[in-house]
C-alpha cells in the first residue's frame, strides 16, 4: 500500500466524522433564518483548511461567505482550482426523513442528510485527498486552488460577481467539479455537459379576499383557474414548449452523440422503476437520456392558491402563484428565454386578474470539447484505477450555474466528475452518500492529485 493510501485508511474514521460535523450545521441558502448557519458552515470549512496549514479566507460578500483555499504555488506547473458547494437545499418535507435531515445518521452502509451527497460529501473528498498528498509537509509539485460558496443553490449571485473582480486570484488551467453522480454504482463517469436554469415566479392576483365559491362563482376570474391554464398553455401534447423561439438557439443532438448514448450501459425500466413512474414521458422523438441532458425542458416546482388543509373549503382565492424553471441547453441564452416566457404569459393572461412575473436567476449550460482536454486523461486514469474500469461519458440535466462562467471568465478548461448516484434522493427526503462513494472518492482523488503531479513532472522535465 502507498503511503497516501495508509493515511487514507489510518484517517477513514476520522474523515467521516468530520463529514458528519459538518452535516449537522443546517446551511440551507434559501432559508432567511439559516444565514448564521450557513456562515457557520463555511467558517467550519475555512478553520479545516487553516488546520491543514492552507492559506484560506472566509470572504464576505452580499450573500452567503465564499470560502477560497490554496496550497503554494509552483511556478511553470499547472493550477487546479476546485470548485464546490457548502450550501444545502431546504429539507422539508420534513415528515417524510426517516432521520432528522441535519442529523447524519449511518445506515446500510450510506450517509443519511441532507447535504451528504449534494455537495458537502463530494466537496470535502477532494480537500482530504490533498491532505493525504501534503502529509508530512510534502509540496505538491502543482498547485490546488479552491473556491467553494455557499449560494449555488439559489443562483451564485455573490460568486459571478467575485470572479468578475478576481480573476488573477482565481487563475486556473483547470476547473475541477465533484458535484454530480457516476453512472451507476460500479461506474464512473466523466460528464461532459450540463444544462442551463431559468428560474422565474408567477403570481396571479384577482379579488381583493377570497370569496365564497358559492356566492361568487362564476361570476369572477379565480385565479387559481387562469394560472392553471396559463401553465398548461406553456406545453403542448408533444413535450414541445410553446414559448415563442424558444428552439431557435437549440442545437440540434449529432448522430454521434445520439449513438454515444444509445451504447451506454442504461437500464430504462430499472431506471425509472426506482422512481415509481412506469414510463418516461417526454418531447417526441428523444430517448429519455436525451431528454434529460441533451434538451431544454419545463417544470412547475411549486404551487399554491386557495385552501391547503383537510377536508374541503368553498373558496375562491383571491391570489394564486407558481415558481417554474426551463432547464436550457448550451447555446439558450437564459435572459432571452426569460423575457419570452415573460411577454408569452402576459399575452395569454386572462381578463380577470393582474400578473406579476418575477425572474429568479438563470445561468446558462455547458457541454466540454472532450478531445481538447487535457486534464481527461489524467482523471480518467485515475478512475480506472479506483473502479477497476474506465469511465463513460456523459452529460447531465442538473444546473450547476457558475460552471460556464468559471470556464469562460478563466478561460480554463471543465473537469466534471463526481461520486453520487442518481438515487442518493438530492433535494428530496433521505438524501444519502454511499459511505464507499465517498472513500472512493477520497482515493480517486488522491490518484488524480497523483496523475497530475507525474504530467507537471514531466512537462518540467521537457522544459528543462
Ligand atoms: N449538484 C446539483 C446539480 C447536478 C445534479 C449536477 C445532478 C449533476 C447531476 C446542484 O447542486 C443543483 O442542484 N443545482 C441546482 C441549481 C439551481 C438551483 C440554480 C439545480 O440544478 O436545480
Ligand atoms: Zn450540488
Not at 25 to 41: F, L, N, Q, T
Not at 437 to 447: C, E, M, P
Request: with cysteine; net charge negative; glycine share 8%.
Amino acid at each position: 500500500m502507498s503511503p497516501i493510501e495508509e493515511y487514507l485508511q489510518s484517517n477513514a474514521r476520522r474523515f467521516q466524522e468530520l463529514l458528519f460535523e459538518w452535516l449537522r450545521i443546517p446551511s440551507v441558502s434559501a432559508i432567511p433564518e439559516c444565514k448564521g448557519d450557513v456562515h457557520r458552515a463555511g467558517q467550519w470549512l475555512q478553520d479545516y483548511f487553516t488546520s491543514l496549514g492552507l492559506t484560506s479566507e472566509l470572504i464576505r460578500t452580499e450573500g452567503h461567505p465564499l470560502v477560497y483555499a490554496e496550497t503554494p504555488p509552483v511556478s511553470g506547473a499547472p493550477v487546479v482550482l476546485v470548485y464546490g458547494h457548502y450550501d444545502v437545499q431546504p429539507a422539508d418535507p420534513l415528515e417524510r426523513w426517516d432521520t432528522p435531515p441535519f442529523e447524519p445518521t449511518e445506515r446500510d452502509g450510506n450517509i443519511y442528510a441532507r447535504g451528504a451527497s449534494d455537495d458537502k460529501g463530494q466537496l470535502l473528498t477532494h480537500v482530504f485527498a490533498a491532505e493525504a498528498c501534503m502529509q508530512g509537509g510534502k509540496r505538491l509539485p502543482f498547485q490546488i486552488k479552491f473556491i467553494i460558496e455557499g449560494e449555488e443553490e439559489v443562483g451564485s449571485a455573490s460568486l459571478s460577481k467575485y470572479l468578475k473582480e478576481n480573476r488573477k486570484k482565481l487563475a486556473a488551467n483547470c476547473v475541477l467539479v465533484s458535484d454530480g453522480c457516476m453512472f451507476g454504482p460500479a461506474q464512473p463517469a466523466i460528464t461532459y455537459g450540463l444544462r442551463g436554469i431559468v428560474a422565474m415566479e408567477m403570481t396571479l392576483r384577482g379579488p381583493s379576499r377570497d370569496l365564497h365559491s358559492g356566492v361568487f362563482g362564476g361570476a369572477v376570474m379565480n385565479p387559481a383557474v387562469a394560472l392553471t391554464r396559463m401553465l398548461a398553455a406553456a406545453i403542448d401534447e408533444n413535450g414541445k414548449i410553446r414559448i415563442p423561439d424558444f428552439y431557435k438557439d437549440v442545437l440540434p443532438i449529432t448522430e454521434s452523440e445520439h449513438t454515444q448514448f444509445s451504447m451506454l450501459p442504461f437500464n430504462e425500466e430499472q431506471f425509472f422503476e426506482k422512481i415509481g413512474v412506469a414510463k418516461s414521458v417526454g418531447e417526441k422523438g428523444f430517448t429519455s437520456l436525451e431528454r434529460r441532458w441533451s434538451r431544454p425542458s419545463f417544470d412547475i416546482n411549486g404551487l399554491t392558491s386557495g385552501y391547503q388543509g383537510e377536508g374541503s373549503k368553498t373558496v375562491i382565492p383571491s391570489v394564486a402563484s407558481a415558481k417554474f424553471t426551463f432547464r436550457l441547453v448550451p447555446n439558450q441564452n437564459p435572459a432571452e428565454i426569460a423575457a419570452n416566457a415573460k411577454t408569452f404569459f402576459e399575452s395569454i393572461k386572462p381578463e380577470g386578474v393582474s400578473i406579476e412575473i418575477k425572474y429568479e436567476h438563470g445561468a446558462a449550460g455547458m457541454v466540454v470539447d472532450i478531445d481538447e482536454s487535457k486534464f481527461i486523461p489524467p482523471a480518467a486514469a485515475a478512475l480506472e484505477q479506483t473502479f477497476g474500469r474506465p469511465p463513460v461519458f456523459t452529460r447531465e440535466g442538473g444546473s450547476i450555474p457558475i460552471v460556464a462562467e468559471l470556464s469562460q471568465v478563466l478561460k480554463a478548461e471543465t473537469l466534471l466528475i463526481g461520486w453520487g448516484q442518481d438515487d442518493d434522493n438530492a433535494h428530496s427526503p433521505n438524501e444519502k452518500f454511499s459511505i464507499g462513494a465517498f472513500r472512493d472518492g477520497i482515493l480517486a482523488s488522491a490518484r488524480f492529485w497523483a496523475e497530475v503531479g507525474r504530467s507537471a513532472a514531466v512537462n518540467e522535465r521537457l522544459r528543462t
